[in-house]
Nanobody, 123 residues
Framework: QVQLVESGGGLVQAGGSLGLSCAAS????????MGWYRQAPGKEREMVAT???????DYADSVKGRFTASRDNAKNTMYLQMNSLKPEDTAVYYC???????WGLGAQRTDPWGQGTQVTVSS
């Protein structure tokens, strides 16, 4: 069983900062790409940032220069540092990962989602 657990959301004023974490647990063989997504009320889920196993990150245009995604492979954990937050960043933030896990004598692939963490930015 492989799962992702996010933490670190909360309420912050516009211009403030928050940090999120996403920890993967289970019989993990390897984690390939990991990603942060968000979903605001009445809107579709959108990509915020993705991070390769080598640490290269890509960002949505709306967060470039303000958000920084990183990961610690030894801890199977991904982070999202959010600075200069805006009210339009308010959403439930989810993490997702492409994971290979041990299964019998081999490995299987899964791409679980975390349970989500609420980020609210007040104006």
């Amino acid at each position: 069983q492989v799962q992702l657990v996010e933490s670190g959301g909360g309420l912050v004023q516009a211009g403030g900062s928050l940090g999120l974490s996403c920890a993967a647990s289970g019989s993990i063989f390897r984690i390939n790409n990991m990603g942060w997504y968000r979903q605001a009320p009445g809107k579709e889920r959108e990509m915020v940032a993705t991070v390769t196993s080598g640490g290269s990150a890509d960002y949505a245009d709306s967060v470039k220069g303000r958000f920084t995604a990183s990961r610690d492979n030894a801890k199977n954990t991904m982070y999202l540092q959010m600075n200069s937050l805006k009210p339009e960043d308010t959403a439930v933030y989810y993490c997702n990962a492409d994971i290979r896990y041990y299964w019998g004598l081999g490995a299987q692939r899964t791409d679980p989602w975390g349970q989500g963490t609420q980020v609210t930015v007040s104006s």
